[in-house]
């Protein structure tokens, strides 16, 4: 069945550095791969999506790339803040709209 | 964007009983999908909320226990039936806008917790 694996569960950065989350799917008719935020108690937020006919979006200090012969993409967050601690999720998703979720990673930025 | 309402925002319920969650959207949706996320864990799809017919489960969900409906295009339920304790977890609403570019967006999720 479709899967999505994240990695790493766990990440710890300095202030200032970058953090950088990988993904890994398995169903090649994936032509969505959207990235969102998760706060403490909150919802999860969409903070940057890719479609399959791109290889690279950024949006001001955050960039997703896809490689969609490996079937992998990744989530790049540069000059990082405290506010930026949360839980990311990457997911996929086809023409059916629903999405397949990654496991999720831990951001911890250190002020 | 569009404001997702769902209700309760939380609730403590007994072994045995059944609870239904209301999503409410404020815009035109196309698709509307309901997810699980336990506790510190991922997000697990449940079924999609199709209007006036029967959802669409995935894998490890059943209608007996997670009846769904969806009388019109802005308005879903859900139901978690005769509960236990393994069910308390964050159920959350999810759509996708009519107009939009296909991107998903979450309610603020139903924390259930069983005794």
């Known amino acids: 069945g479709e899967n999505v694996e994240q990695h790493p569960s766990t990440l710890s950065v300095q202030e200032g550095d970058s953090a950088v989350i990988k993904c890994t799917y398995s169903d090649s008719a994936s032509n969505y791969f959207p990235w969102y935020k998760q706060e403490l108690g909150k919802r999860p937020q969409l903070i940057i999506d890719i479609r399959s006919n791109v290889g690279e979006k950024k949006d001001q200090r955050i960039a997703v790339t896809l490689n969609k012969t490996a079937k992998h993409f990744s989530l790049h967050i540069t000059e990082t803040q405290p506010e930026d601690s949360a839980v990311y999720f990457c997911?996929?998703?086809?023409?059916?709209?629903?999405?397949?979720f990654g496991q999720g990673t831990t951001l911890q930025v250190k002020p | 964007s569009a404001v997702i309402s769902q209700k309760p925002s939380r609730d403590i319920c007994q072994r045995g009983t059944s609870l239904t969650i209301q999503c409410q959207v404020d815009?035109?949706?196309?698709?509307m999908f309901w997810y699980r996320q336990q506790p510190g864990q991922s997000l697990t799809l449940i079924a999609t909320a199709n209007q006036g017919s029967e959802a669409t489960y995935e894998s490890g969900f059943v209608i007996d226990k997670f009846p769904i409906s969806r009388p019109n295009l802005t308005f879903s339920t859900l139901t978690v039936s005769n509960m236990s304790p393994e069910d308390s977890s964050i159920y959350l609403c999810?759509?996708?806008?009519?107009?939009?570019?296909?991107?998903?967006?979450f309610g603020e999720g139903s924390r259930l917790t069983v005794l």
């Open positions: 997911a996929t998703g086809g023409n059916t709209g629903k999405l397949i």
């Open positions: 815009s035109q949706v196309t698709m």
């Open positions: 999810s759509v996708v806008l009519q107009g939009g570019a296909g991107e998903l967006f």
